[in-house]
T-cell receptor, first 115, second 110 residues
Framework: DAGVIQSPRHEVTEMGQEVTLRCKPISGHNSLFWYRQTMMRGLELLIYFNNNVPIDDSGMPEDRFSAKMPNASFSTLKIQPSEPRDSAVYFCASTPTGVNTGELFFGEGSRLTVL | QKEVEQNSGPLSVPEGAIASLNCTYS??????FFWYRQYSGKSPELIMSIYSNGDKEDGRFTAQLNKASQYVSLLIRDSQPSDSATYLC??????????WGAGTKLIIKP
């Protein structure tokens, strides 16, 4: 079975540019999470979707960040405009309905560098 | 503020010995506890989950939970160099919210 698929794996961009990160969850998984990981702050939950509906976006740092899940097999995280402090690894994770939502399957991550 | 605390390490253990990783949490109402392993440059991978007091064994791994003392630990028996990684403790504080520790870096020396 294919795992959680994220793209791009690496993104280098300049401050002020728009960044779009993409995620395909595992088929049949109804819960999707976007996380950000940095050395300073560790893993931070940005947003949580259940059945394509955003349940909690309180972790989204500011209005520059937005996330969508138009269908069960695709989600995007957009940063516009990007800033150097957004540099981090962004992970998407999914879990099936009925399974304890602490048992997450992570994608390989998207490493973002904003110059 | 709900917190999960881990010693950042690095914890250095000789090959073949037992590695002991510890985690404490602040929310007494927490019910579910998880250990994830993260290799350098890779994503976190679930290795153990534990939901009730006591020990849970899976191969060389044993998770221990003590809710009264609010700690959870992970023991790795017969440590191998391939066990060298950062181990993240996560505690479920609500229906979906995981509270993550900062991780303990484990180094297994051949």
């Amino acid at each position: 079975d294919a795992g959680v698929i994220q793209s791009p794996r690496h993104e280098v961009t300049e401050m002020g540019q728009e960044v779009t990160l993409r995620c395909k969850p595992i088929s049949g998984h109804n819960s999707l999470f976007w996380y950000r990981q940095t050395m300073m702050r560790g893993l931070e939950l940005l947003i949580y979707f259940n059945n394509n509906v955003p349940i909690d976006d309180s972790g989204m740092p500011e209005d520059r960040f937005s996330a969508k899940m138009p269908n069960a097999s695709f989600s995007t995280l957009k940063i516009q405009p990007s800033e150097p402090r957004d540099s981090a690894v962004y992970f998407c994770a999914s879990t099936p309905t009925g399974v304890n939502t602490g048992e997450l399957f992570f994608g390989e991550g998207s490493r973002l560098t904003v110059l | 503020q709900k917190e999960v605390e881990q010693n950042s390490g690095p914890l250095s253990v000789p090959e073949g010995a037992i590695a002991s990783l510890n985690c404490t949490y602040s929310d007494r109402g927490s019910q579910s506890f998880f250990w994830y392993r993260q290799y350098s440059g890779k994503s976190p991978e679930l290795i153990m989950s534990i939901y009730s007091n006591g020990d849970k064994e899976d191969g060389r791994f044993t998770a221990q939970l003590n809710k009264a003392s609010q700690y959870v630990s992970l023991l790795i028996r017969d440590s191998q160099p391939s066990d060298s990684a950062t181990y993240l403790c996560a505690v479920k504080a609500s229906n979906y919210q995981l509270i993550w520790g900062a991780g303990t870096k484990l180094i297994i020396k051949p």
